[in-house]
Nanobody
């Protein structure tokens, strides 16, 4: 059974850092693109970043460029999202998702989703 499990969320002060993990089971990340999305209360879900392990290509939302870094550990079958210089605007539930299609930031093109992890940034 294909499963994604996020972890690493929590409460952090503005300017702080967190590293989110997305552990995959039941499939090999090598053949998928993995995306991170977030949804804040009262707002629509938005793409944060995505990565494709076959060629290492990545994509970032403008709001996180230079602050967030996505990476993949094939041996651990895990994707990471390193988040630095966090601000209260980054507060949201963060989800990882997988697609066997192309590298994409379109949520509707992802087939598998994790349950999410809460990130709260205090001012």
């Amino acid at each position: 059974q294909l499963q994604l499990v996020e972890s690493g969320g929590g409460l952090v002060q503005s300017g702080g850092s967190l590293r989110l993990s997305c552990a995959a089971s039941g499939f090999t990340l090598e053949y998928y693109a993995i995306g991170w999305f977030r949804q804040a209360p009262g707002k629509e879900r938005e793409a944060v970043s995505c990565i494709r392990s076959t060629d290492g290509n990545t994509n970032y939302a403008d709001s996180v460029k230079g602050r967030f870094t996505i990476s993949i550990d094939s041996a651990e079958n895990t994707v990471y999202l390193q988040m630095n210089s966090l601000t209260p605007e980054d507060t949201a539930i963060y989800y990882c998702a997988a697609t066997s299609r192309k590298l994409t930031i379109v949520a509707g093109e992802y087939d598998y989703w994790g349950q999410g992890t809460q990130v709260t940034v205090s001012s």
